[in-house]
């Protein structure tokens, strides 16, 4: 069906068209010319009158002229080139002569576009719901994936319909649960390998470590003893002649045998005393993150099932801790599995989703777990590592951390800052894309990158199975609580009763 004509100049990249029919935004055309059959995008739209211009400044005139021409208008719009689709895309090499009809793209065509191998179902397309949108695997898990939207726009929903999707490969998930979302979450194609937030300190670095004892880089005198002190201590359990399973306490009694030392002057032992004191904090605060019991976290992850490390009672630094130990012994264990060096090493890819990636990756600061973010998102491609980033806050996260990821699904985003952030950091997502992302309902996305072949406008699926992402329902928690309330209280009075007060 033809909507509408090229008109003025066009490029290799772009047209623009007039119409009398109203297309939407998002939608797909085709232009054929020069034996060519070419696929663009509707990137912009205005409506306007040429009787009833911008120069008119008398309401009365208007309801005149309306009355003589009727609803009189014009379409103009412009189309986004997205490539030959006789010619696996590629983009022409000569512009659309003008007056070249545009037409709406068939679902025939748009059907071979969004079908592959290899591929994951998301959802539909917004403009044309009876046509499939399907991601590939590969591409999205080895080149990474950013998942970015406003509070309430259907994160959660897409998560979880990735995770089903992943599931049904028999993948590999990791995800760093930041709320206890994914806890008790019920996938239709896997299950929930739940996993606690422990750690083997002797499988940690002791970068991990100093900044939970919140030792400072300038503190050269206190990190030297702390230093000392936790290889030691990793020595004896590793040799087996800790009396304790407890860490720390093994720390803690080696800097306490070195201050009972007599032959160590006092101002050496008020040193010692300092770090023994953070180590006590460390005890109060950490102490549950760490056993001696157990193995090399990674054993925990299991084939074919969302694998949840359950961050929901942890608190930011140790959330930190816990992402960069477990990201640095993957990129270390998946080189030493490739190159064969060790039998034991983590034999196959993994997928992690980060939660709240703008606490894990932030801008104005540097923990370890943004390093080793970046580091993955290098470097993991080699290695069948994936990384993906999910967040409400965008502006807030790492720009080149987000840079590295070569996929985006973006929901409903208003605010402006988190706009240019994101249009920062994809060379896909031009300026009239940019537009469109307020105007998107609660579940729609855009999906850019190379695991999809084109941008695309998507209504993503409703997850089938049962999670916890979503809003509370405020009403209802104060109504049963006040029920629970009032209840308790009926029933101390019938207590009081029975025993023969009366008030």
Known sequence: ??????????????????????????????????????????????????????????????EMIKALEGDDYYIKGKIKILGDFDDNLRLPRTPAPPGTPVEIASSDVLDVIFKSENSLKLGNLINQSDVEVNVDINKMVSRHLAILAMT???????????????????GAIFVFDMHSE??????????????????????????EIKGLANIKGSAHIQERYFRNAFKQARAIVKNGEADTTDFLQIIYDVLNKRFNNEDIPSSEKNKIMDVINKIEDLQDKYGQLFNTNIGNILSKIELGKVNVLDLGHSDEFAAEVLVSHILRNALKSRKASVHGLD???????????????????????????????????????????????????????????????NNMIILRLVEPQDQRHVQSASENLSEDLVKQLPSLNIGEAMVLGLMSKVPTLVKIDEFKGRSHGG???????????????DESLKKDEKELKDLGYNY
Request: aromatic fraction near 8%; charged fraction near 20%.
């Open 1 to 62: 069906m033809i909507i509408g004509r090229c008109v003025g100049e066009t490029s290799l990249s772009e047209v623009n068209f007039i119409s009398k029919k109203m297309p939407k935004v998002g939608e797909y055309v085709s232009l054929s010319y020069d034996g060519k059959n070419v696929l663009g995008m509707i990137d912009s739209l205005v409506r306007g009158s040429v009787s009833l211009n911008g120069e008119i400044y008398n309401p009365d005139t208007i």
């Open 152 to 170: 309430g726009a259907g994160k959660s929903n897409t998560v979880s319909v990735l995770i089903d999707g992943l599931l049904d490969v028999n």
């Open 182 to 207: 994914y806890s008790n979450c019920e996938f239709q194609n896997g299950e929930v390998n739940l996993i606690k937030p422990v750690i083997n300190p002797i499988y940690m670095s002791f970068e």
């Open 471 to 485: 809003d509370i329902d405020i009403i209802s928690s104060w109504s049963s609580y006040k029920s629970n309330k």
């Open 343 to 405: 039998e034991n090493g983590l034999e196959f890819p993994v997928f992690f989703i980060l939660e709240e990636a703008h606490i894990l990756a932030p801008n104005s600061r540097n923990p370890s777990s943004k390093f080793w973010i970046s580091r993955i998102a290098r470097e993991g491609r080699k290695f069948g590592l994936g990384l993906c980033l999910v967040s409400q806050s965008p502006k807030s996260i790492d720009h080149d951390a987000l840079s590295q990821v």
